[in-house]
């Protein structure tokens, strides 16, 4: 398959902007149509299977600017609607196709505290992008405005040109807030909370901050430095970030209130709990949660070989369980990580993988196999307990589920066998118990989630909550979404008082 | 903010407290309300360092706000580097909440624990996290026999010392390949109504493994109420065994490779009663009756060849380390 570098796709956006010319603000909406839709540069396959940089390395000036112009700027702006936290779409692609970036991160900014982020890890194509005119006028969802495309691009200008600005905080209140956890959603409320002007603390269980953006998403699709520019941001704006404490271990959450003055409590502790199988052999050795590979691999450096002190295993022939987003990360690291093959293996079929489009083009370009229509009836291994192969069954669709996606029916007597060394378990996370152990008072629902209203109100007066421990699991950006929520919430009870 | 700031606070002594934001503030409400000046000091400074065997150290760490929360049966973990180290998990052996320091006793056994055994009084940890684990239940059972293998005394030190607070009649067999490896038994012997000390070799106390004055104990009449097991996995599994046909319930608390300690990498997992179980989250101890030994022991052994390797590759770079020192001193 061909790879067109960053060059040539530059080249063929600035042949293209040329011919619009100066006309861009007047073109007609079947002239907007016929712009050609910017493929995202990335390091090609065969390279980038054994690096760890990031794949996708982000529009040109010129691949902006023209992508922008294929933007309608429809009166209704559906995509607004399909955001989780209701970005001013139209005005930040207007402001690219003007040139004006600074105005578009302004814009997005009002709603989102993380669009570097965000460009990078929301599924756009399910969002903003799934009510996209453009896309529904050409018929194909895949040729919308690549608005999260854009996103990252004036987010990774603004940065690279070192012109973040740091929030302006208000006159010290005199109340204090604690955010438990330093993912998505505890970032963003720590923000919006320090604003107006209030004393915040964050808590993080790692010795590292950024929760699921650290020690899940891998450093090829989420640069780390990135993370680490978000919590400078917030340092620089006087939030006290500490590592290595476990709120409800380390300290109870009671306690945070009742001895220690905090006089609200954010809780986002996410949904640290992996789920397995349930099938035989998966307590042997070399089946891995997808949450152990890739904190492994990621936050403990596994990947830097020699230089890590925490191990890996040193896998030939993987086989992945899932077909989400984590499943795709934990396939593509484990190539990294220098495994021969690595297999993918989903019930469904490749229509209802919960995975981003671009990340499974990106898995299959590198070499990931796919099985669809497949799932693991037991796992094997030898005397040691060490695994050998994987028993699998093959599926087919019936009629659709309560969720919409066509149900996946075991087809009797498929069964077939295949080797492997190791198995890495995708299929999702159940919420983490630790706060519930350890504050009783918090209402859970029967999933072990924490009960919370719009505003994030848990059962406890002044203690809120949102992100996973809320959801279940869910994305980056509803976990934000909760986060402003609550943190609007807080600000309010706060300024009551 | 008022009742707050006239909480009994401590003036930072040659600083403005409002220049130094938040910290300060922080600072303040634990100081304030923990009386202790250092609750909040995370820097986990090593206090006194004892060498207790050829490879078994003790370490007084400061740990104010862990000492004070820590409960029998818990654990920590650490590491010391906080960029590329590996976090392993330790019992706490003790815990002094006045001083805000914790003790830990730890085997040199892998590459962490090699380095760990090098660091010095006035070192600090990089990371240290805790306490993590459910605390033990303790109740007033009657009589309990704890029972500790090697290494495995130094967790069951805080046991024994909140099961004797509870008033129940303690029994304690402690065990070890031989006396050079013998740990706590002072201690031990201080808090138990029995003490019986075996080696496998018999050059110290009874020539037996723990398992046999576990059985004589069991045929007693009455038999023990409880018993506790903390050691080797072999050690555990064969006491369980052992207990098992006298229906004495039997707690033992593992130790399994864990990373993040919260119930988040399921690393730790092993299975009990026919369930995964996380050690980290749903035990540390759990019943022995219904513990599968035999494939713990196998994931214990997951990462045996790199762990070897990087043995292997630490001594042999301190070993060229130290001809090169020998040659610079033979130079001189």
Redesign the interface.
Known sequence: MSHPTRDELNARAEANLAEIGDGGSALKPKARLAIPSQDMPAQAPEIRRANTSEVATGYTEAQALLEAQRCLRCKKQPCIKGCPVAIDIRDFVTAIAQGDFQAAVNTIKLSSLLPAICGRVCPQETQCQAECTVGKSLKDPLKSVAIGRLERFVADWERERGTISVPEVKPPT???VGVVGSGPAGLVVAADVRREGH???VFE????FGGVML?GIPEFRLPKEIVRKEVETLEAM???M?????VG????LMDLME???YDALFVGT?A???K?M?IEG?????V??A??YL??ANL??AY?KG?????IA?SRKVAVFGGGNVAMDSARTALRLGAEEVHLIYRRTEKEMPARVEEVEHAKEEGVQFHILQNAKRILGDE??LVTSIECLRYELGEPDASGRRRPLEIKGSEFEFEVDTVIVAIGNSS???IK?TTPALETTDWGTLVADDDGLTSVPRVFAGGDIVLGAATVILAMGQGRRAAAAINKLLAEE | MASREENGRLPVAGRDPTAMGTRVHLARSFVANRKNRNMMERTHTILAKRQLSENVFSLRVNAPLIAAEREAGQFILLSIDGEFGERIPLTIADADPDEGSITLIFQRVGMTTMKLAEMNVGDALAVLVGPLGLPTHIENFGTVVCVGGGIGVAPMHPIVQALKAAGNKIITIIGARNQELMVLEDEMRAMSDELIVCTDDGSYGRKALVTEPLKEICERDPKPNLVVAIGPPIMMKFCAETTRPYEVHTMVSLNTIMVDGTGMCGGCRVTVGGKAKFVCVDGPEFDGHLVDFDGMMKRLRGYQAQERQAVADYEAHRCNLDAAYREAADKE
């Open positions: 005199g109340k204090k004393e915040v603390t269980a790692f010795h590292k020690y006087g939030v006290e500490i590592p290595n404490f476990v271990r380390t300290r109870k001895k220690d003055g996410g640290g709990l992996p397995f349930n998966e307590e042997l050795v070399g891995f949660s949450n152990e904190t492994r403990m450096r830097e230089k890590a002190a925490t191990p040193n040691h307990g983490n118990p630790l152990q």
